[in-house]
């Protein structure tokens, strides 16, 4: 029998991209995808081998160790050509969501991740349990902010770690 995947974890579609859930069989081609050094400017880090993001998508495969919280990710497939081309995320605790999203460099400013997110929050708003949705970024980091603003969000003025807030309180 086969196990339905719920609301959260499983696979959905905007217009041009897959978002298909996580997996550690895609750590080597999105080692590619976030290759780019200026990539992590804003997200921290740097670029990982394909082992290193192996372990790390083992351990977010496996879901957090709080049976509160979820983990949900998936990688954006272009379905154009079936390449990978960023990922998105939501930690989601009871009527809570974070939301984050990554697109590598040669596919930025194409609307990737602007459709990603959007139809990440259409996906949240159809989880009767999630509430509001939340985004932290960077002050300096004007793409990412207009990512979160077609997405729905809004800043607001609370800070943590040197990242804006911005928040939707979904419409119930």
Do not use: K
């Not at 290759?35 to 495969?61: C, K, M, N």
């Not at 990978?84 to 809570?96: I, M, S």
């Amino acid at each position: 029998m086969t196990e339905t995947p719920s609301p959260l974890t499983g696979p959905f579609r905007t217009p041009r991209l897959d978002a298909v859930p996580l997996s550690v069989g895609h750590a080597e081609e999105m080692a590619v995808v976030l290759s780019d050094p200026a990539l992590h400017t804003f997200i921290g880090g740097s670029p990982s081998s394909p082992e290193a993001l192996r372990t790390r998508y083992e351990r977010l495969v496996a879901g957090s160790p709080d049976p509160a919280v979820s983990w949900c990710n998936w990688v954006l497939r272009r379905r154009e050509d079936s390449r990978l081309v960023g990922t998105v995320q939501a930690t989601v605790t009871g009527p809570d969501a974070e939301i984050a999203w990554v697109v590598g460099t040669p596919w930025q400013g194409r609307g990737y991740a602007s459709e990603a997110a959007r139809g990440l929050v259409a996906l949240l708003g159809r989880h009767t349990s999630v509430s509001t949705v939340t985004a932290h970024i960077h002050p300096g980091h004007a793409a990412s902010a207009a990512v979160a603003h077609a997405a729905g969000l809004t800043p607001t003025d609370e800070e943590h770690e040197g990242e804006r807030r911005w928040r939707l309180v979904l419409p119930r």
